[in-house]
Nanobody, 116 residues
Framework: QVQLVESGGGLVQTGGSLRLSCAAS????????MGWYRQAPGKQRELVTT???????VYADSVNGRFTISRDNAKNMVYLQMNSLKPEDTAVYYC??????????WGQGTQVTVSS
């Protein structure tokens, strides 16, 4: 089993920045894909960004150039630096880890609210 705990959410004004962190613990393989997803009220959960063990990244078009994902493999941590935040970035942000065959884990989520 793997546990994911997010931190760093909060309230910020338009144009501001926030940094989310996710700590992974448990039986973690050496090869994983970690990422961030978000879900706004009344909408489906959507991909924000992912990063694999080798450091390759994928970003949603809506955040590309504003958000940066990074990870510390030694500490089993993944981070999301969010700059130039917009009201449409308001959502619950979930940390995700995928490993092995179909092992898919989620954190409890952290609220990010961007005021206009």
């Amino acid at each position: 089993q793997v546990q994911l705990v997010e931190s760093g959410g909060g309230l910020v004004q338009t144009g501001g920045s926030l940094r989310l962190s996710c700590a992974a613990s448990g039986r973690i393989f050496s090869i994983t894909v970690m990422g961030w997803y978000r879900q706004a009220p009344g909408k489906q959960r959507e991909l924000v960004t992912t990063i694999n063990s080798g450091g390759s990244t994928v970003y949603a078009d809506s955040v590309n150039g504003r958000f940066t994902i990074s990870r510390d493999n030694a500490k089993n941590m993944v981070y999301l630096q969010m700059n130039s935040l917009k009201p449409e970035d308001t959502a619950v942000y979930y940390c995700n880890l995928v490993q092995g065959y179909g092992q898919n884990y989620w954190g409890q989520g952290t609220q990010v609210t961007v005021s206009s």
